[in-house]
């Protein structure tokens, strides 16, 4: 089973910068698809970007332009670069990951992954969790 640790997080002023990282363990992430989302308490999960196996990356048009979803297959590791950063990106952000090779975006956040027989569903591997908090 796939075991993601996320890193990275922490608290910065708005207009700062933060990389998110998520390492996989056990086994080799670099064909699968990936995921990030946030989640602020009280509030239901958001995607904020993915990329499918074949390198595709989308992104919420909250987030588009301010951050970069990438991987590095070398050290199994996926990153979510964060720019511009605003108050309301404040939230627990969380890396996903699943053998699937495509996700579907259905609607402007929430992100699923799209199986070979044209079913959708959740991604099956998460990470914890790391909190980015931004002041203003």
């Known amino acids: 089973e796939v075991q993601l640790v996320e890193s990275g997080g922490g608290s910065v002023q708005a207009g700062g910068s933060l990389r998110l990282s998520c390492i996989g363990f056990d086994y080799s992430i670099s064909t699968y698809c990936i995921g990030w989302f946030r989640q602020v308490p009280g509030r239901e999960r958001e995607g904020v970007a993915s990329?499918?196996?074949?390198?595709?990356?989308s992104y919420a048009d909250s987030v588009k332009g301010r951050f970069t979803i990438s991987r590095d297959n070398a050290k199994n590791t996926l990153y979510l670069q964060m720019n511009n950063l605003k108050p309301e990106d404040t939230a627990i952000y969380y890396c996903?990951?699943?053998?699937?090779?495509?996700?579907?975006?259905?609607?402007?956040?929430?992100?699923?992954?799209?199986?070979?027989?044209?079913?959708?569903?959740?991604?099956?591997?998460w990470g914890q969790g790391t909190q980015v908090t931004v002041s203003s």
């Open positions: 990329i499918d196996s074949d390198g595709s990356t």
């Open positions: 996903a990951a699943d053998s699937a090779a495509r996700v579907l975006w259905v609607g402007a956040h929430t992100i699923v992954v799209l199986t070979t027989t044209g079913l959708h569903r959740l991604f099956a591997y």
